[in-house]
Structure formats: structure tokens, C-alpha cells
């Protein structure tokens, strides 16, 4: 049953009006329908903008099942459009509450992505978590094309709920549209940098500066490399701005 959907447009962009509680409530319906792909994508500026210059990306989001607002920027957006949001629905909070909410509801998660490694440790904090969580596979995302047929083969033979795919923007999202067909797993989501951050390899901001949408600022001052990748940032201001004048 196709379930109604409330959304607003950001630069061609659907972003649905959930908060945390019922984006999980949401998804929860997703699982149940285990003969349909839903996929979960996680929509921050930078995502945003490089869907503007990446057709194939935005027509990912376009279609996605369920893309929420994940970034201070896309939230200021929204109520620049005097459409506001609910709250700010990040990727990786996103996933630490299916990750719980999974306990419950018995869903099944398969991680893939990563260093290798990475998976596997992010799938041991979350187990010490939640002692009773299901985690029935972990893959790295250093994979070849030849290596993909049975890798999937591995995913659907797991028989998880729910596939978190670490390969970052937009290799994830790409990957999980081309064998949208072959998996046989309700829910998908692309994760990024979640398993760095749960293994301990990577620190998330202080909850403070979370808080204050000072979270990008953050990894800019711990990834200076990140710096080329933030003039996205005033880049959506412009076009965000540009077209509510227009």
C-alpha cells in the first residue's frame, strides 16, 4: 500500500516533513513490505549540489523512497521557503535509531562499506549497545565489479531488513539504484561516514556545536582536506536564494 507522503521541494530536491520519531516509524513500514526496495537516502547541501551538476544523482533522490534533512543547511532552506521543517534528521542519528529500534522489531542489518575492518568494528560498539541486535553480514566497501555478484548473493542469502551501504556520496546511492532489482532487502540506506564514526576512527562534533548546526565546521577543522568540498556551502545559499527571486 503506497503510503502519503508530505514533502517540499529544495532546489528540485523532495525532502520529506518527518522528524526523528516518524522517520523511524516510517522506515519501521518499509520493512514490513518485504517484497519492495525502499531506498533511504540522507540529504545534506553538499548532497544537494551535487545533484545539480549529477542528473543520474538527482534522479536517485528524486525517486528515493524516503530522503531526509540531514544539515543545518538544508533546514535553513526549508524555512527560507517559509516551508519549514520539523527538525533536522541526520544520517548517522538516523541510523543509531533503527539500530535500537532494531532490537524490538527484530530487524536484521548488513553492513557494507568501509575501510576493511571498519564494518565489522562498527558492528561490535553496536552490539555492545544493544547486546540482542541482529547484524548478519559485514562487508568492506573495497570491492571489485566481478566481486559484486556474489556479494549481493551474501546480502539476499542474510536475510537482513536493513542494508546500510558506507561507499560515500554518491558511489552509495549509485551502487543501491543499479541493483535495486537484484537485492531482496526492504530497506536500504546510504550511511557515509557512520561506520568510522561508531568503530571510533572518526569523532562526531560535541553535541554543543551539533546543537548549534556548527557540525560541519567541526569536521572542516578536524578535515581541513574537506575544504574544497565546503565552497558547496555558499553555493547552495546563492542558488537556494536565487530561486525564491526568481
Not at 83 to 91: D, M
Not at 92 to 112: E, H, I, N, P, T
Not at 148 to 164: M, P, Q, Y
Request: proline share 4%.
Amino acid at each position: 500500500m503506497k503510503q502519503e507522503r508530505s514533502c517540499i521541494a529544495i532546489l528540485d530536491i523532495p525532502i520529506d516533513r518527518l522528524d526523528m520519531e516518524q522517520a523511524a516509524k516510517k522506515v519501521q513500514k518499509f520493512t514490513e513490505e518485504r517484497d519492495s526496495f525502499h531506498l533511504v537516502a540522507t540529504a545534506n547541501a553538499e548532497m544537494i549540489m551535487q545533484a545539480q551538476d549529477d542528473p543520474e544523482l538527482k534522479e536517485i533522490l528524486r525517486s528515493a523512497a524516503l530522503v531526509v534533512p540531514d544539515g543545518a543547511g538544508v533546514v535553513w532552506a526549508a524555512k527560507h521557503y517559509n516551508t519549514p521543517l520539523k527538525e533536522r534528521v541526520a544520517g548517522f542519528d538516523l541510523a543509531q535509531r533503527l539500530l535500537s529500534d532494531g532490537v524490538k522489531q527484530q530487524y536484521g542489518f548488513f553492513f557494507l562499506g568501509a575501510a576493511p575492518g571498519v564494518a565489522e568494528a562498527a558492528a561490535a560498539s553496536a552490539r555492545k549497545t544493544h547486546p540482542n541486535l541482529r547484524i548478519l553480514g559485514c562487508r568492506d566497501g573495497f570491492f571489485k565489479e566481478e566481486d559484486e555478484a556474489k556479494l549481493i548473493e551474501d546480502i539476499n542469502a542474510s536475510g537482513a531488513t536493513i542494508l546500510f551501504v558506507a561507499l560515500g556520496v554518491p558511489r552509495q546511492e549509485k551502487w543501491l539504484r543499479r541493483h535495486a532489482a537484484q537485492l531482496r532487502v526492504p530497506v536500504a540506506m546510504g550511511v557515509g561516514g557512520t561506520f568510522d564514526v561508531m568503530a571510533g576512527q572518526v569523532t562526531r562534533a560535541p553535541e554543543w556545536m551539533q546543537k548549534a548546526s556548527l557540525e560541519w565546521l567541526y569536521r572542516l577543522l578536524c578535515q581541513p582536506s574537506r575544504c574544497l568540498r565546503m565552497l558547496a556551502l555558499p553555493r547552495f545559499i546563492w542558488h537556494v536564494c536565487s530561486r525564491k527571486n526568481s
